[in-house]
């Protein structure tokens, strides 16, 4: 596990990703850790080299006592991308994720290609996390978690209870209240509001419609304070990416990552590669390229530049979806050679047995019970061989 000490803390950083393509730094809300991005990590890989942290006083980083400071925090994050060797990076942070990066943008400029302010603010009053405190020192971390995922979440994402929203519930219990309480002071400190003038370069600032921690409000004042800001609204709570995962990744590569004029077929090639690779896996693609002869080179370049660098690089979908799409139709067609290359990629993947049965089940009814019975046949083998559980 990489650390890096800043200020008397390890703090903990993990990259994801091509280290040759641009750097992202992925910051996190307030009682969370740096899992909370793993929603839209897949679609993000395929553009840059994700790095994740640990904010002081959360997940595997240290927890000093006492009181931080924004400065503190945004030192911390530098010091990441130090450790990483990214002398230069995009950033992307929600909540208390935005307020660091609106002060890592003042206090190193040269360093922040783009800035995305998702669901945060650069003013609250001092009441709001004065009690906030009060309230965990006395009861601890279960003492606000309730209300915590109430803002985080809108009632029909909460209602779904998907793996995810444990995960954030989980981490947010698990904290320990010294670290959070830290972090709180640092938001109930901030004077960021009169800086914000001073940011030059712009921001994409994205709002949630039903977020009650940092309502629209007030993300609508720092897009209007920033020049050449630009505002999103999206129709989630203060978690935008974890309820609009396809929307959310989507956007930030478009305002990173503008397109430079239409890409040539040489470059749709390579794009599409890096993603074939990326799904299907590096060593099986490496086998492939090696069966190139004079008569398949064509379609297969072809098939690389239109499957794999126009329609799998699209940015509405998840990976997971993708790859359920892949297999319903796979298996409703009979194709069963390409059922299984992306079935065992699914699996390499992570793809959770349940998921692939209900999808497997969904198949029966709307293509028949053969080609369902088939599919099912080689998912069992294929998960038996790995020793995971069939239900």
């Keep these: 596990m990489p650390f890096t000490l800043h200020q ?96 890592v943008a003042l206090r190193a400029p040269a360093r922040v290609l783009s800035l995305v302010l998702s669901n945060t603010s650069a003013a609250i009053p001092r009441e709001v996390f004065e009690q906030r405190i009060a309230v965990v020192q006395a009861g601890g971390m279960a003492s606000v978690a309730d209300a915590v995922l109430s803002r985080f979440f809108t009632p029909a994402f909460i209602a779904r209870g998907n793996a995810h929203f444990h995960s954030v519930r989980s981490t947010l219990l698990g904290l320990d209240p010294q670290g959070y309480c830290g972090c709180c002071a640092a938001i109930r400190d901030m004077q960021l509001a009169p800086q914000l003038p001073a940011l030059r370069g712009g921001a994409l600032v994205i709002v949630g419609e039903h977020d009650s921690s940092t309502p629209p409000a007030m993300g609508e004042a720092i897009a209007a304070a920033l020049p050449g800001a630009q505002l999103l609204r999206m129709a989630t709570a203060h978690l935008s990416h974890s309820e609009r995962p396809a929307e959310f990744a989507r956007k930030v590569v478009e305002y990173c990552l503008p397109p430079q004029g239409e890409m040539t077929l040489d470059g749709l090639y390579t794009h599409g590669l890096e993603r074939r690779k990326a799904v299907l896996g590096a060593d099986y693609v490496a086998s492939r390229l090696q069966t190139l002869t004079d008569f398949n080179r064509d379609f297969q370049r072809y098939i690389t530049q239109q499957a794999w660098g126009s329609v799998w690089t699209r940015g509405v979908l998840d990976d997971e979806t993708r790859r359920l799409l892949v297999l319903a139709i796979t298996a409703s067609l009979s194709r069963w050679d390409e059922y299984r290359l992306h079935l065992r990629a699914a699996l390499d993947a992570g793809l959770e047995a349940e998921t692939l049965k209900e999808t497997l089940i969904h198949l029966s009814v709307y293509a028949g019970v053969p080609a369902a019975n088939t599919a099912f046949h080689m998912a069992q083998e294929m998960l038996a061989a790995r020793g995971a559980s069939q239900h």
Aim: charged share 15%; aromatic share 8%.
């Design 8 to 103: 008397g803390a390890r703090i903990y950083w993990r990259s994801d990703g091509d280290p040759a393509k641009p750097a992202l730094l992925l910051a996190c809300s307030l009682g969370t850790d740096h899992a909370l991005w793993s929603p839209v990590l897949s679609a993000l890989l395929p553009h840059f080299r994700v790095l994740r942290f640990d904010l002081r006083g959360h997940g595997a980083s240290d927890a000093p006592a006492g009181d931080y400071s924004m400065a503190q925090l945004a030192g911390d994050a530098l010091a990441v991308a130090d450790a990483a060797g990214a002398q230069q990076f995009h950033w992307c942070g929600v909540s208390i994720g935005g307020m660091i990066g609106m002060h």
